[in-house]
Nanobody, 128 residues
Protein backbone atom coordinates (compact mmCIF):
# COMPACT_ATOMS: atom_id res chain seq x y z
CA UNK A 1 0.00 0.00 0.00
CA UNK A 2 1.25 3.44 -0.92
CA UNK A 3 -0.30 6.74 0.09
CA UNK A 4 0.23 10.10 -1.57
CA UNK A 5 -0.90 13.26 0.22
CA UNK A 6 -1.30 16.51 -1.69
CA UNK A 7 -3.16 19.81 -1.69
CA UNK A 8 -1.30 21.78 0.94
CA UNK A 9 -0.36 25.41 0.53
CA UNK A 10 -0.52 28.92 1.94
CA UNK A 11 -3.94 30.28 2.88
CA UNK A 12 -5.18 33.27 4.85
CA UNK A 13 -7.00 32.84 8.16
CA UNK A 14 -10.63 32.01 7.53
CA UNK A 15 -9.81 30.40 4.20
CA UNK A 16 -10.18 26.84 2.95
CA UNK A 17 -8.05 24.08 1.52
CA UNK A 18 -8.77 20.53 0.39
CA UNK A 19 -6.19 17.85 0.97
CA UNK A 20 -6.16 14.58 -0.96
CA UNK A 21 -4.81 11.19 0.04
CA UNK A 22 -4.51 8.91 -2.98
CA UNK A 23 -3.99 5.24 -2.19
CA UNK A 24 -2.61 2.46 -4.32
CA UNK A 25 -2.37 -1.19 -3.43
CA UNK A 26 -5.61 -1.44 -1.47
CA UNK A 27 -7.03 -4.96 -1.70
CA UNK A 28 -10.72 -5.81 -1.58
CA UNK A 29 -10.74 -5.21 2.18
CA UNK A 30 -11.83 -2.02 3.85
CA UNK A 31 -9.37 0.45 5.26
CA UNK A 32 -9.35 3.24 7.79
CA UNK A 33 -7.67 6.33 6.37
CA UNK A 34 -6.56 8.87 8.90
CA UNK A 35 -5.09 12.34 8.84
CA UNK A 36 -2.50 13.51 11.34
CA UNK A 37 -0.65 16.78 11.58
CA UNK A 38 2.55 17.97 13.15
CA UNK A 39 3.32 21.59 13.89
CA UNK A 40 6.91 22.78 14.38
CA UNK A 41 8.23 21.74 17.77
CA UNK A 42 5.12 19.69 18.62
CA UNK A 43 4.09 16.07 18.55
CA UNK A 44 1.89 14.49 15.92
CA UNK A 45 -1.81 15.22 16.42
CA UNK A 46 -4.67 13.10 15.14
CA UNK A 47 -7.08 15.01 12.90
CA UNK A 48 -9.59 12.55 11.45
CA UNK A 49 -10.28 8.98 10.41
CA UNK A 50 -12.55 7.71 7.60
CA UNK A 51 -13.73 4.24 6.73
CA UNK A 52 -13.50 3.30 3.06
CA UNK A 53 -16.47 1.01 3.69
CA UNK A 54 -19.22 3.53 4.37
CA UNK A 55 -17.38 6.84 4.60
CA UNK A 56 -18.09 7.24 8.32
CA UNK A 57 -15.64 9.73 9.77
CA UNK A 58 -14.43 10.84 13.17
CA UNK A 59 -12.62 14.02 14.10
CA UNK A 60 -10.33 15.44 16.72
CA UNK A 61 -11.82 18.10 18.96
CA UNK A 62 -9.65 20.88 17.57
CA UNK A 63 -11.05 20.47 14.03
CA UNK A 64 -14.59 19.25 14.67
CA UNK A 65 -17.12 21.39 12.83
CA UNK A 66 -14.49 22.91 10.54
CA UNK A 67 -12.94 19.92 8.76
CA UNK A 68 -14.82 17.29 6.78
CA UNK A 69 -13.38 14.04 5.45
CA UNK A 70 -14.89 12.17 2.53
CA UNK A 71 -14.00 9.26 0.26
CA UNK A 72 -14.06 8.47 -3.41
CA UNK A 73 -13.73 4.72 -3.73
CA UNK A 74 -13.59 4.88 -7.52
CA UNK A 75 -10.37 6.80 -7.23
CA UNK A 76 -9.18 5.25 -3.96
CA UNK A 77 -8.89 8.74 -2.54
CA UNK A 78 -9.82 10.29 0.79
CA UNK A 79 -10.25 14.04 0.96
CA UNK A 80 -9.98 16.43 3.89
CA UNK A 81 -11.91 19.64 3.35
CA UNK A 82 -10.58 22.26 5.74
CA UNK A 83 -12.69 25.38 6.29
CA UNK A 84 -12.38 28.35 8.63
CA UNK A 85 -8.66 27.77 8.87
CA UNK A 86 -6.74 29.27 11.77
CA UNK A 87 -3.04 30.02 12.21
CA UNK A 88 -2.88 27.16 14.71
CA UNK A 89 -3.83 24.76 11.90
CA UNK A 90 -0.40 25.37 10.40
CA UNK A 91 1.38 22.03 10.24
CA UNK A 92 2.62 19.25 8.02
CA UNK A 93 -0.38 17.00 7.32
CA UNK A 94 0.08 13.26 6.87
CA UNK A 95 -2.34 10.60 5.75
CA UNK A 96 -2.10 7.06 7.04
CA UNK A 97 -4.09 3.82 6.76
CA UNK A 98 -4.75 0.44 8.31
CA UNK A 99 -6.92 -2.49 7.29
CA UNK A 100 -10.24 -2.63 9.13
CA UNK A 101 -11.20 -5.86 10.87
CA UNK A 102 -14.32 -6.77 12.81
CA UNK A 103 -12.52 -6.03 16.05
CA UNK A 104 -10.51 -2.88 15.40
CA UNK A 105 -12.83 -0.35 13.76
CA UNK A 106 -13.58 2.50 16.11
CA UNK A 107 -10.83 1.49 18.48
CA UNK A 108 -7.84 3.76 19.08
CA UNK A 109 -8.17 5.42 15.69
CA UNK A 110 -6.43 8.45 17.18
CA UNK A 111 -3.29 6.43 17.90
CA UNK A 112 -0.41 6.46 15.44
CA UNK A 113 0.30 2.86 16.41
CA UNK A 114 -2.89 1.68 14.68
CA UNK A 115 -1.69 2.79 11.26
CA UNK A 116 0.48 0.51 9.16
CA UNK A 117 0.88 2.69 6.10
CA UNK A 118 1.97 6.32 5.92
CA UNK A 119 2.26 8.85 3.15
CA UNK A 120 4.64 11.76 2.93
CA UNK A 121 3.45 15.03 4.42
CA UNK A 122 1.98 18.08 2.78
CA UNK A 123 2.58 21.52 4.29
CA UNK A 124 -0.37 23.70 5.27
CA UNK A 125 0.42 27.27 6.29
CA UNK A 126 -2.30 29.59 7.55
CA UNK A 127 -1.03 33.14 7.67
CA UNK A 128 -1.95 36.64 6.62
Amino acid sequence: VQLQASGGGLVQPGGSLRLSCAASGFTGDYYAVGWFRQAPGKGREWVSCTSTSDGSSYYGDSVKGRFTASKDNNENTVYLQMNSLKPEDTAVYYCAAYMITSSNWGQNMDSENMYDYWGQGTQVTVSS
